[in-house]
Each structure stands twice: as C-alpha cells, then as structure tokens.
C-alpha cells in the first residue's frame, strides 16, 4: 500500500509529465500542480498559465488532473494487486 506521499508524489509527477509533454518548459507562464490525499479521497487540481497556439490550456490542464488520478489508480492497483 503506498504511502499518502508517494500518491502525491506519483499524481503531482503523472501531471507534470502531461503538461511539458505538451508545452515547453519555457512556454509555461505559471503551473500550479495542487495535490491532497486524506481519508483515501485524492483531489488534483491544476492551473495552467501558457500561451495560446500549440495546445488549450484549460484542455491540458483537464488532461493533467484526469492523469494524475489514473497514475494514482495504477499505483494501487500493482501495490495492492
């Protein structure tokens, strides 16, 4: 069973991934990555300040959350699996 900070971990990583996966590190104006586990309930929230053109920010924001809590259900599942 992972630790309440390694399921932070993994989700605020799994988030990152998809942002820079899309925008360039120095595209991005402001990233705010926000990540709690308590009593097993898992809130991701992501803001994402960057330029218009490549990709939606909001769209990529949505993605990243959506695949912080996947990376989240993985964990347990090969943890507890």
Do not use: C, I
Not at 27 to 56: H, I, K, Q, S
């Amino acid at each position: 069973m992972p630790t309440d900070d390694e399921v932070v971990r993994t989700a605020a990583e799994a988030a990152e991934d998809v942002v820079f996966s899309r925008f360039d590190r120095t595209e991005v104006v402001d990233l705010d990555v926000t990540v709690t586990f308590e009593d097993g309930v898992l809130e991701v929230d992501v803001y994402l300040n960057a330029p218009d053109g490549r990709a939606d920010a909001a769209r990529v924001a949505d993605d990243a959350a959506l695949a912080a809590r996947g990376a989240v259900d993985d964990r347990f599942a090969t943890e507890t699996g």
